[in-house]
């Protein structure tokens, strides 16, 4: 057997807080995202609370979903919100062009994400049409939103079922404007940006100190730089006119474009070049953050990352243009390598947003009608609990090295915090999918009796939970005892993750 990976955890020394938000959602209109994921219609057979299926909002409130984006993605920069509201069978239909071409109803609209998000108990993230609206039409959303029931557009509001003002706390303005947001150049983004901050007022009067409004700019194409200069050095010159409250980043882990990966029956070499490539988030996320730090070094502006996560070939037989994918023991390897990139730039780092939430990319739930079955992905999440809003915990250790074909990877991966109630844990994942480890974890400053927690491993690193075996990837019982010096060997098996609470 090999010798056990020394780990030492500064159990006295705290960091910074790993923000909830880096456990936040991402859900577009795009494929059965929302039509057939979250909405089925207050008429429908499957089981709903005014049209929001029952079986997902349990689940994803049993991930204390911090916040949800919405409606995109692409999908944003050609969406009207005028069309989502008012009785559905007023509501205009249109085509989802960046979608396949799909049908768009428009049943599930403004007030329906807002009853969703309200049902699960997480925070509105909205994107508004920077690519293709007005400022103006931006503005009316807003006030549509979030005015007074005394004003004409609280008013119209209230007509709808909704005499409170909603709660908006993320916007985002524009998607992807390097992209399909507009091909903006970074300085045209910038002075189309500024009034977009400048008069999306949010009116709700509970908004206020803490829980104002945050406007997210469009930031960075996975390494280009060129937007995170161009909007952070507007942000440094902003006046008292507009101003931001979060950079955006997108970086998806693809193995290469057009995605060409199954999601399923993949070998060890697809696996390894994968994880190497969600690897490089580390980079990405500390060369934007030197490129923050010249212009906010008090870090006031976070970086977001609101799309991330593995995109892989389409599911065959399914539309191409729906983005639909199996999820895989791989895929919670990589979502806890990610997050625990996230946690150790929680400074900079404070809202991440995976693609996406149903049925879409990186899922963490996937439905067929009445059918729903939670992802490994989804496991990760949940055995991740108890980092949200945790005090990160400095870790230090010799990671090893797995190896494949010509690719070298870091053998175990691990991350500690204190979570809200003061109680130490650490995540640990193994990333060989052949070899067990064994990590001898020392704890500087405290004398541990046990650790406890769960273990998420699978048969093989292509393991999927499927509607008819749902619990083929699920998480078991751990428990480690320490030994008399108060330190504690985790046996990791083979592509493993395991969450445990440091007991002392
Ligand atoms: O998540 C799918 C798409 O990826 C989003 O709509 C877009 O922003 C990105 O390119």
Redesign the pocket.
């Known amino acids: 057997a090999d010798a056990p990976i020394p780990l030492t955890v500064e159990a006295t020394k705290g960091g910074s807080k790993i923000d909830r938000n880096i456990f936040g959602q991402?859900a577009?209109h795009?494929g059965t995202g929302i039509y057939g994921g979250v909405w089925v219609g207050k008429d429908s057979s499957i089981p709903n609370v005014r049209g929001i299926r029952k079986d997902i909002v349990a689940a994803l409130r049993a991930i204390r979903v911090p916040d949800v984006r919405w409606p995109?993605?692409?999908?944003?920069d050609e969406y009207h919100w005028r069309q989502g509201i008012g009785p559905a069978a007023n509501r205009a239909s249109s085509v989802n062009t960046?979608?396949g071409g799909a049908g768009e109803p428009n049943t599930f609209g403004t007030d329906e994400f807002m009853d969703f998000v309200d049902q699960i108990g997480a925070e509105a993230y909205v994107s508004v049409n920077v690519g293709s609206g007005t400022v103006q039409e931006a503005a009316d959303w807003l006030a549509y939103m979030t005015a007074d029931a005394s004003t004409s557009a609280g008013k119209e509001r209230a007509a709808n079922g909704h005499p409170a003002p909603y709660k908006v706390k993320y916007l985002g303005l524009g998607?992807?404007s390097w992209?399909?947001?507009g091909s903006m150049t970074p300085e045209h983004y910038v002075d189309v940006m500024k009034p977009f901050a400048r008069f999306t007022h949010n009116f709700n009067p509970k908004q206020t100190g803490a829980d104002a409004m945050q406007r997210i700019a469009v930031g960075p194409n996975g390494d280009d730089t060129s937007y995170t200069e161009a909007v952070m050095k507007a942000y440094k010159g902003h006046d008292w006119a507009w101003s931001l409250e979060g950079l955006s980043l997108?970086s998806?882990t693809t193995g290469g474009w057009p995605p060409s990966y199954p999601s399923t029956g993949f070998d060890e070499a697809a696996y390894a070049k994968l994880v190497k490539e969600t690897l490089g988030m580390e980079g990405l996320i500390a060369r934007h953050s030197a490129i923050m730090d010249k212009y906010d070094p008090e870090k006031k502006v976070p970086l977001v990352v609101d799309?991330w996560g593995v995109?892989l070939a389409p599911t065959p037989g399914t539309n191409p243009g729906f983005?639909q994918q199996q999820n895989s023991m791989r895929d919670a390897i990589i979502a806890a390598l990610n997050i625990n990139i996230f946690a150790r730039h929680a400074d900079r780092v404070r809202m991440t947003n995976i693609?996406?939430m149903i049925n879409?990319?990186q899922a963490m739930i996937l439905t067929d009608k009445e059918k729903m079955v939670l992802t490994p992905t989804y496991h990760v999440f949940k055995m991740y609990l108890p980092f949200q809003d945790a005090t990160f915990v400095p870790v230090t250790f010799d990671a090893g090295t797995y190896a494949e074909g010509g690719i070298q990877l870091p053998r175990v991966d691990a991350i500690a915090a204190r979570d809200t109630s003061g109680r130490l844990w650490m995540a640990i994942t193994n990333l060989d999918p052949k070899r067990p480890a064994s990590v001898r974890a020392s704890f500087a400053g405290i004398r541990v009796h046990r650790a406890q927690g769960e273990v998420l491993t699978a048969a093989r690193i292509d393991s999927v939970n499927s509607f008819d075996k749902p619990d083929t990837v699920s998480p078991k019982p751990y428990s480690a005892s320490a030994s008399s010096g108060g330190g504690v060997t985790l046996d990791l098996p083979a592509k493993s993750i395991v969450v445990v609470q440091i007991e002392s």
């Not at 995109?72 to 944003?76: D, E, V």
Request: proline letters at 0%; hydrophobic letters at 40%; a negative charge.
């Open positions: 991402f577009e795009l995109g993605g692409c999908f944003a960046n979608w998607n992807e992209g399909c947001g997108h998806y799309e995109w983005l693609a996406q879409v990319l």
